[in-house]
């Protein structure tokens, strides 16, 4: 399945062709904070095709690459998943082209104008006006990959 998140910087890969009967064994709960009365509930497994909702045409996948959103809890090397369809909307985070390449921003809208601010507390980024960009998706779901 590896395969089927890559993605060339100047290409999306539609996700619509991953078989949809691939399913990872569920061992067990894992507790973070109280233990749960449901831990003894068990489930045969988990489709994270099913569970992304990766089967639609208009969903890709994008692997992210810097810091810019980590305040919105979007690290460098995650993988965000991109609805195509969707409209974007003031407050929700998209994928962007910006000067000829792919961004993600949060898309915000104020005084009138729509601008694509990034969400790093701890940098200066120039703020971005939406009008002279192309929207091209808005994200729906990020993945961590914790070793990496």
Do not use: H
């Not at 099913?50 to 208009?58: F, P, Q, V, Y």
């Not at 995650?78 to 792919?102: L, M, Q, T, Y």
């Not at 949060?106 to 601010?117: H, I, K, M, V």
């Amino acid at each position: 399945m590896t395969a089927a998140f890559a993605l060339l910087p100047d290409r999306p890969i539609p996700l619509a062709e991953i078989p949809a009967d691939i399913r990872l064994q569920i061992i067990g709960a894992a507790g973070a904070g109280f233990p749960s009365p449901a831990q003894d509930w068990e489930e045969t497994g988990i489709n994270l095709v099913e569970l992304l909702r990766l089967d639609r045409a208009a969903s890709f996948v994008f692997e992210v690459r810097g810091n810019s959103m980590i305040d919105a809890g979007i690290y460098d090397r995650d993988v965000v998943v991109v609805d195509r369809d969707k409209r974007p909307s003031n407050g929700k985070i998209v994928i962007a082209i910006v000067d000829g390449g792919f961004v993600v921003r949060q898309l915000c809208t104020r005084d009138g104008g729509a601008f694509l601010e990034a969400r790093n507390s701890r940098m200066s980024y120039p703020e971005t006006s939406a009008e002279n960009v192309e929207i091209w998706g808005v994200v729906r779901a990020s993945v961590r990959n914790l070793q990496a």
